[in-house]
């Protein structure tokens, strides 16, 4: 299994196979805490291999840096099925996240397992804008 793409962006659709990305981001920028972003997405591109064919159990978690969960996990499970004689398939996740809640700013990742080992870690951060000087 490899994973092609893990982005947290504005928004996310897999349509007809293609994952289409709009917003990549890594940083929200906040005038005072808590702050909530109102949506935004996490899309993974990921590719199989006959040998990955299972119920695979994949665990989404955004968490601080003290490794607190910000939102509850979200624990999707993919049926792979790879064809025969294919020697390769891909599918695309979109987790759809809205009123997102951070209670202070730091330094935040989005992390995702696949039967409990690490497969992706997307970092983020989330700055006071006085703070924001000079960032883009």
């Known amino acids: 299994m490899d994973v092609q793409v ?16 709009l917003g990549a ?11 909530v972003h109102p949506q935004c997405a996490i899309a993974l591109r990921i590719c199989f291999r006959p040998d990955d064919a299972a119920a695979l159990h994949f ?5 601080d840096a003290d490794g607190k969960d910000v939102i509850p996990a979200i624990e999707p499970t993919v049926e792979v ?7 390769f398939m891909t599918r ?21 397992t ?4 690490m497969v992706a870690r997307i ?9 924001a000087k000079g960032s883009t």
């Open 114 to 117: 696949c039967e409990g080992r």
């Open 6 to 21: 893990a982005t947290l962006c504005d928004s996310a659709a897999d349509y007809n196979g293609k994952l289409c990305v």
């Open 59 to 63: 665990r989404i978690s955004i968490i």
């Open 81 to 87: 099925k790879v064809p025969p004689d294919t020697v």
């Open 123 to 131: 970092p983020m951060r989330v700055l006071e804008l006085e703070n």
């Open 25 to 35: 981001f890594d940083t929200i920028f906040a005038r005072s805490f808590p702050v």
């Open 92 to 112: 695309n996740l979109v987790m759809n996240l809205q009123r997102l809640k951070f209670q202070q700013a730091g330094q935040f990742s989005v992390d995702i």
